[in-house]
Nanobody, 119 residues
Framework: QVQLVESGGGLVRPGGSLRLSCAASGSFFRRNVMGWYRQAPGKEREFLAGMPTGSDAGTNYADSVKGRFMLSRDYAKNTVELQMNSLKPEDTAVYYC???????????WGQGTQVTVSL
């Protein structure tokens, strides 16, 4: 059973920064994508960033966070981190880590971590 454990959410002022971390454990194929989504109250879950495994892997970002958020992965530790800079009130949401197994096509979600950007 694959588990994703997130950490790093909290309250931050506009313009501030936060770093979210996610660690994957359990059994899954090495060909996968890890990244983050978020869901604000009353809105659909929104893709933010994803990084596949592989020597030619590239990172995809949503336009809403491009240039402000940066995704990094430690393939040996099965962790992914999201560095969030220049945060805005509209970034307030529950942030979910995900792992998409490219062999089984199963997508696993973390439990979510709250990020609140407010004065």
């Amino acid at each position: 059973q694959v588990q994703l454990v997130e950490s790093g959410g909290g309250l931050v002022r506009p313009g501030g920064s936060l770093r979210l971390s996610c660690a994957a454990s359990g059994s899954f194929f090495r060909r996968n994508v890890m990244g983050w989504y978020r869901q604000a109250p009353g809105k659909e879950r929104e893709f933010l960033a994803g990084m596949p495994t592989g020597s030619d892997a590239g990172t995809n970002y949503a336009d809403s966070v491009k240039g402000r958020f940066m995704l990094s992965r430690d393939y040996a530790k099965n962790t992914v981190e999201l560095q969030m800079n220049s945060l805005k009130p509209e970034d307030t949401a529950v942030y979910y880590c995900y792992l998409h197994d490219l062999v089984t096509l199963i997508q696993i979600w973390g439990q979510g971590t709250q990020v609140t950007v407010s004065l």
